[in-house]
């Protein structure tokens, strides 16, 4: 595929500046593989990179299948320079400065305006459009079996808000926009609270909008560790770990009772114990108690007999374990959601993908002075409600 890209980048400037960029593309590539094969890069630490790529492919495979007129490359290019940001982060402590800025001129020079709309939409490059397309559906096969349903069954869908006898149409994606299960008038009724006054607890336990705080608690690490009213709170701790710890607790809460002894122990080994790279540097009282509970858990069942057996262990410590360390480590990051990164680049990016379109929103605008206040009777779908 970055042969294909490298000679359409040659027809457009010239031979040597593409096979530059190549070369450097193809070195990084290698250079990636090493640090993987090394363990330098794991699945834990690029695990925050998955779902903007994943939605990258989809924008790229969407925007190579469809007409070319339809096509927004702007969109493409606010997506391409996102993907930039978060891999200079992961690969920034593992490569010289020097690769690092050719990593960044090698997706600048990619995800160039003009170099998009000539692949997309110059007739002369239809075959290496239709070649970049069979490489991406390759590299995202799931992604590209849900397009051929989609395509296959292209029509209108019904707004979600059945229970309100709504008989609209959903809008569909449009420029960053994401598109929507609801009609202008319940996307509205649904979302706007939610973008208005948006949660930490559900930018930690949503997996779609947690990888925006995610993004921006590396790329503005070393400023909240240095910035005074942050550093106090922090006690020495990285807002990153606290994000971590956080969605470990959580994920702890919902595993079965029978792995849950087993969880907790993790969690203690990899955020609570002083001599972990994850230890989020809280005080030692409240550790002291998780770990009581967690040798009180440890009892036998010798009241009345259970189809385990009389003396059946059991070794469940309570779910609510940790939500007094949680309660400190939350109020660190509540602290940095509201004074920085409500007020960020990265959470401007995620509004765009959710708020609508300037046309849907006065149609829904217009809906809401009609009606009364919006969507009194709109139905959550259930993966909305796993967003609030």
């Not at 790329?219 to 990285?238: P, V």
Request: charged content about 25%; overall charge positive.
């Amino acid at each position: 595929m970055i042969k294909t890209l490298s000679l359409v980048a040659s027809v457009l400037t010239t031979e040597k500046e593409a096979k530059t960029t190549r070369d450097d593309l193809y070195k990084l590539a290698a250079k990636t593989s090493l640090l993987m094969d090394e363990k330098q890069l794991t699945e834990k630490n690029t695990a925050h990179a998955e779902e903007p790529l994943r939605h990258l492919g989809v924008k790229l495979l969407n925007a190579l299948s469809a007409d070319a007129g339809s096509v927004k490359v702007e969109v493409l290019h606010s997506n391409l320079v996102r993907i930039r940001e978060i891999l200079g982060e992961i690969l920034k402590p593992h490569i010289s400065a020097k690769n690092y800025q050719k990593l960044i001129d090698a997706f600048g020079f990619y995800s160039d305006t003009k170099f998009l709309t000539s692949l997309i939409h110059d007739a002369k490059f239809t075959h290496e459009k239709k070649t970049v397309f069979d490489n991406l559906a390759k590299m995202f096969p799931a992604e590209m079996d849900k397009l051929r349903k989609q395509r296959a069954r292209a029509k209108p869908i019904p707004c979600a808000a059945v229970a309100s006898g709504c008989k609209q149409l959903a809008v569909r994606q449009q420029g960053q926009f994401n598109g929507s299960q609801f009609c202008p008038y319940h996307h509205m009724a649904v979302f706007e609270q939610k973008i208005k006054s948006p949660k930490l607890e559900t930018f930690i336990s949503n997996k779609n909008m947690a990888t925006y705080l995610c993004q921006y608690l590396i790329q503005d690490e070393d400023n909240l560790c240095t910035e005074n009213n942050t550093k106090k709170m922090l006690n020495g701790a990285k807002p990153l770990r606290l994000f971590h710890f956080a969605r470990a607790v959580l994920a702890y809460k919902l595993v079965d009772r029978k792995l849950r002894r087993n969880r907790a122990e993790a969690v203690l080994q990899k955020y609570l114990n002083k001599n972990a790279t994850g230890f989020v540097h809280v005080d030692d009282k409240h550790v002291a108690v998780a770990k009581k509970v967690m040798v009180e858990s440890d009892v036998h069942n010798t009241a009345k007999g259970t189809k385990y057996g009389q003396k059946a262990t059991f070794n469940a410590p309570p779910k609510d374990i940790f939500d007094v360390i949680l309660g400190a480590t939350n109020r660190v990051l509540q602290h940095i959601f509201d004074e920085r990164y409500l007020k960020s680049r990265v959470h401007a990016m995620y509004l765009r993908t959710m708020s609508l379109p300037p046309y849907w929103k006065n149609m829904a605008l217009k809906e809401v002075k009609k009606n009364g206040e919006a969507g009194k009777n709109a139905s959550e779908t259930k993966e909305e409600k796993q967003a609030s």
